[in-house]
């Protein structure tokens, strides 16, 4: 499900939100809540959401938001905002981003992590569309 669709207008895009609930960090909390969403500003880009839990009211830039409705920390959109500038070797015990470059040494080729999935068992894979070889299925996080 998409989070943001984006329209253009005569006079400036406008954001559409397609979802009214999030998860992120609670400021009062500190924990990773269920979020709703009580305000998108147009002109900031941010999003007001409150916490279920304690009711209390954080903003968010835009820009933090994921498409599955995930709220990044500052320290994550960070860390996401690095690891998408770089390309990386590929390797089944590393974690990666949606949009993040891997090389895969065996494969001789570079590729862009397009989606993620979780199997029934509880492991995790990555869809990635590699310059010459096409789309190949990946596992990430792996404990070997």
């Known amino acids: 499900m998409e989070v943001i669709a984006i329209t253009e207008t005569k006079s400036k895009p406008k954001v559409a939100l397609r979802r009214k609930n999030f998860e992120g960090i609670c400021a009062r909390c500190g924990h990773i809540r269920p979020l709703q969403l009580s305000h998108l500003d147009q002109e900031s880009k941010t999003l007001s959401l409150k916490c279920k839990v304690c009711n209390e009211l954080t903003t968010f830039p835009l820009i933090r938001v994921l498409k599955s409705g995930r709220v990044l920390s500052e320290a994550e959109y960070e860390e996401r905002k690095k690891a998408l500038a770089t390309c990386i070797e590929y390797t089944p015990q590393q974690t990666y981003w949606i949009g993040q470059e891997i090389q895969h040494q065996r494969f001789q ?36």
Not at 125 to 138: N, Q, Y
Request: no cysteine; net charge positive.
């Open 109 to 144: 080729d570079k590729g862009t992590v397009v989606k993620k999935l979780k199997s029934d068992g509880g492991h995790h894979f990555i869809i990635v569309k590699f310059e010459k070889s096409g789309e190949k299925t990946l596992i990430e996080g792996a404990d070997v």
